[in-house]
Nanobody, 120 residues
């Protein structure tokens, strides 16, 4: 059974930085899948943030391009999201998930997420 465990969220001032981490445990064939980050703000649908392919090709939502960086470590089954120059509109619960390809749908049951709040 695959479990997704996100961490690293918190309260940060506008312009600040956070680094999110996600462990993809269980039989997820991590090294053979794209892994990505998604977020959901109150009253809104969950949206795509960033994804990284098996060959480490990255793709980002326009709203975070140039500010966020996704990375992965296949040995530890971890995926990271470095978030810089944070804005109030980045506030949301952040989730990770895996997909068969960068354009594919998330495969696994969502984890609990990690809350990011950007506020002065």
């Amino acid at each position: 059974q695959v479990q997704l465990v996100e961490s690293g969220g918190g309260l940060v001032q506008p312009g600040g930085s956070l680094r999110l981490s996600c462990l993809v445990s269980g039989n997820a064939f991590f090294s053979a899948r794209a892994v990505g980050w998604y977020r959901q703000a109150p009253g809104k649908e969950r949206e795509f943030v960033a994804i990284i392919s098996v060959s480490s090709i990255t793709s980002y939502a326009d709203s975070v391009k140039g500010r966020f960086t996704i990375s992965r470590d296949n040995a530890t089954k971890m995926v990271y999201l470095q978030m810089n120059s944070l804005k109030a509109e980045d506030s949301a619960v952040y989730y990770c998930n895996a997909a068969n390809s960068p354009g594919g749908s998330p495969l696994f049951r969502w984890g609990q997420g990690t809350q990011v709040t950007v506020s002065s």
